[in-house]
């Protein structure tokens, strides 16, 4: 375990946002996390590669993150336990050099393990939920170690328990349950004619899509997709398609009609728009990102002018999928 005093989380989170925090532990796959060490209730934050925060200013308690050491418990034929501060993509690559299947769809999601479970994270047809099978964590507030079945973890739509307890669980190890025969899910609209051969094809052809879209995090700091595709009843659809037949169709889904966020803020006339030294992504309206070494005020004030700005013209409200601290 590290621990960093009054240091910059410049580097914790894919913003590039420039603030302080009080204290910064790391911690290590064989660390012991019973004694030792004291984090104050509400006064703690656990973060991942930080690829979902915008931190406006700075915190005044202690961060928690993982390294990033590559670390696997030993697998049985299809299971695979991999610790949770590892970089998502490194244990995908991994997973298919090994002949596992099923994660391919999700590859250069910017993010960790970890975050792979408390995010649900999903891409191309594909969610972490289909193949998670349990999540070993730690409970900062009881003190003690826990595992969550995949049920447990109430996975939806971006969405966990865990996102729903924020500071109080480390997760430590993720198992996925994956496949010793490649299947192509070619379900998503943008994966069509894509080379799908094998495996190793596929995510690199979906590597490629994604990164035609999305900042290259070394020149731009984002998080992604900044808002969550909103869910509406079928009379809003019916109107906004009625009177925007160039509307992408929705996706049905249990609880409504899935809009796509990134069309409806293109089409409000946001892309590729600053505001102060944040700007809406030229290439996709869905991402926010650092133009120019921005605060998290900025980010703050842009998304809230789309918000407001979508609310109008479509009457649809967005919610923001990255958290802001
Ligand atoms: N669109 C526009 N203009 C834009 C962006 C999108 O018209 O500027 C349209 C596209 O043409 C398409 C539709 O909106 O018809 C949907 O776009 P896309 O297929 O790119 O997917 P998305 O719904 O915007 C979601 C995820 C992404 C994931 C992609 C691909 C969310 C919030 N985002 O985006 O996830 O990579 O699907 O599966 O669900 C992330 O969460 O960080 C993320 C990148």
Redesign the pocket.
């Known amino acids: 375990m590290k621990v960093f005093e009054n240091i910059s989380l410049k580097p914790y989170n894919t913003f590039g946002i420039d603030v302080k925090a009080r204290r910064v532990v790391v911690l290590e796959p064989g660390d012991d996390l019973s004694g030792k060490w004291k984090v104050e209730s509400g006064k703690c934050l656990v973060i991942g590669a930080g690829s979902n925060m915008v931190f406006t200013k700075d915190y005044e308690g202690t961060v928690i993150t993982l390294s990033k050491t590559f670390h696997l418990s030993p697998f049985t034929s299809h299971l695979v336990t991999a610790w949770g501060g590892m970089v998502m993509d490194d244990l995908i690559q991994w997973t298919l050099d090994h002949g596992l299947y099923g994660l391919e769809n999700l590859s250069a999601i910017p993010g960790t393990v970890g975050a792979s479970a408390v995010q649900n994270?999903?891409?191309?047809?594909a969610e972490a939920k289909d193949f998670i099978e349990r999540v070993e964590a730690y409970d900062l507030q009881e003190r003690r170690h826990c595992t969550f079945s995949n049920a447990d973890c109430h996975f939806a739509y971006?969405d966990s328990f865990f996102k729903h307890h924020p500071g109080r669980y480390l997760i430590l190890r993720v198992t996925y349950r994956l496949s010793r025969e490649f299947v192509p899910n070619l379900s998503?609209k943008?994966l069509e004619g894509l080379p799908h051969d094998t495996a190793q094809q596929l995510r690199e052809a979906i590597t490629e899509v994604?990164w035609n879209?999305?900042p290259r995090p070394e020149e731009h700091g984002s998080a992604?997709?900044f808002?969550?595709?909103p869910v509406v009843d079928e009379s809003t659809y019916l109107r906004l398609k009625a009177e925007y037949p160039d509307m992408?169709d929705a996706h049905r889904s249990d609880n409504g009609y899935k809009l796509?966020?990134?069309?409806l803020?293109?089409r409000a006339g946001w892309?590729g728009r600053t505001q102060g030294r944040a700007g809406v992504w030229p290439k996709?309206?869905?991402v926010l990102y650092n133009a120019d070494g921005c605060s998290g005020d900025e980010v703050r004030a842009l998304a809230a002018a789309i918000q407001q700005d979508v609310k109008q013209k479509f009457g649809v409200a967005l919610d923001p999928?990255a958290i802001i601290i």
């Not at 994270?121 to 047809?125: D, F, L, N, R």
């Not at 796509?260 to 069309?263: H, I, N, R, T």
């Open positions: 994270v999903g891409a191309y047809g971006r998503y943008a994604r879209k999305l992604g997709s808002f969550k595709n992408p796509s966020a990134g069309w803020i293109d892309k996709n309206a869905l999928e």
